[in-house]
């Protein structure tokens, strides 16, 4: 961070009228609404990375069973139609697989997840083994910076997944 942006920092309005104990408090609000969002988008990339890959499998299967089986002609040439539109299915869900990358968005969040977790975990220890008037603002702060530094890497770790092989966003 810059010299200017720590000073615009510091001398936002109210900055120093909160005293030690608000500024845990907001930090311990702002972690919390951390942890519950990138939950969330944990969830629905989860959510999303094993719809396609158990679409998958299953078309794929579907598709193997259905030119197995054993009709009359006229039900061989169906079977034979949908097991086509059933692999077509699958290509098409295997290709758009890794422009999503699902899989790779729910991985970092997991991992960002687990930080924020101990982000918060160390600053209840800290705040538990600390009375009021020893709280210490560098220490609140250092917490503080380091949620944002989580999601600093969550946020990198995002624009690389979605961008393509030149270093441009995807569309």
């Known amino acids: 961070m810059t010299n200017s942006a720590s000073a615009k920092r510091e001398s ?3 900055a120093d ?3 030690p ?3 845990a408090e907001y930090v311990r609000v702002e972690l919390q609404k951390s942890i519950e969002r ?3 988008s944990r969830r629905k990339n989860q959510r999303r ?3 396609i890959k158990v679409t998958t499998i299953l078309l794929s299967g579907l598709a193997t069973i259905l030119l197995g089986l054993q009709l009359g002609e006229r039900t061989q040439t169906l079977l034979k139609q949908m ?3 059933c692999g077509a299915c699958v290509t098409m869900l295997t290709a758009l697989e890794p422009f999503f990358n699902f899989r790779s968005l729910w991985i970092e969040h997991e991992r960002a997840l687990a930080t924020l977790y101990r ?3 160390d600053l209840n220890f800290y705040l538990s083994g600390t009375t009021l008037e020893y709280l210490d603002i560098s220490a609140i702060e250092g917490f503080h910076a380091r949620c944002q530094g989580a999601w600093d890497e969550l946020s990198s770790t995002w624009l690389r997944v979605r961008s393509g092989p030149d270093g441009k966003c995807k569309p």
């Open 17 to 19: 009228e909160r005293s």
């Open 21 to 23: 104990h608000e500024k």
């Open 83 to 85: 097991a086509f539109v």
């Open 49 to 51: 990375a094993t719809i």
């Open 38 to 40: 990138v939950q969330l």
């Open 12 to 14: 936002a309005p109210g």
């Open 119 to 121: 982000i918060e975990s």
